[in-house]
Nanobody, 114 residues
Framework: QVQLVESGGGLVQAGGSLRLSCAASGIIFSRNTMGWYRQAPGKQRELVGRIFSSGNTNYGDSVKGRFTISRDNAKNTVYLQMNSLKPEDTAVYYC????????WGQGTQVTVSS
């Protein structure tokens, strides 16, 4: 079965950086679109961004220019580099695989203090 395991979350000050990782198993990783979503308390889950099998990426408007998604197909891992973090980036971050039907990781908490 599909397993997605996120890591790298934590507490960081505003303006700082974090890198999240998501290790995938049970899928042909190189062929899958991988994504990152987040959900803040009391808010709907939102798309952070995706990386396609081609390596192309797209991002939500709120993170464009600050966050970067990359993938290492040899390690079956997708990364989310988060720079210039803001308190409003505080959320649980989830890794996904797929396009129309998504598999989800368990999430990792990111807290940005002001």
């Amino acid at each position: 079965q599909v397993q997605l395991v996120e890591s790298g979350g934590g507490l960081v000050q505003a303006g700082g950086s974090l890198r999240l990782s998501c290790a995938a198993s049970g899928i042909i990783f190189s062929r899958n679109t991988m994504g990152w979503y987040r959900q803040a308390p009391g808010k709907q889950r939102e798309l952070v961004g995706r990386i396609f099998s081609s390596g192309n990426t797209n991002y939500g408007d709120s993170v464009k220019g600050r966050f970067t998604i990359s993938r290492d197909n040899a390690k079956n891992t997708v990364y989310l580099q988060m720079n210039s973090l803001k308190p409003e980036d505080t959320a649980v971050y989830y890794c996904t695989s797929g396009v129309t039907i998504l598999d989800w990781g368990q999430g990792t908490q990111v807290t940005v203090s002001s």
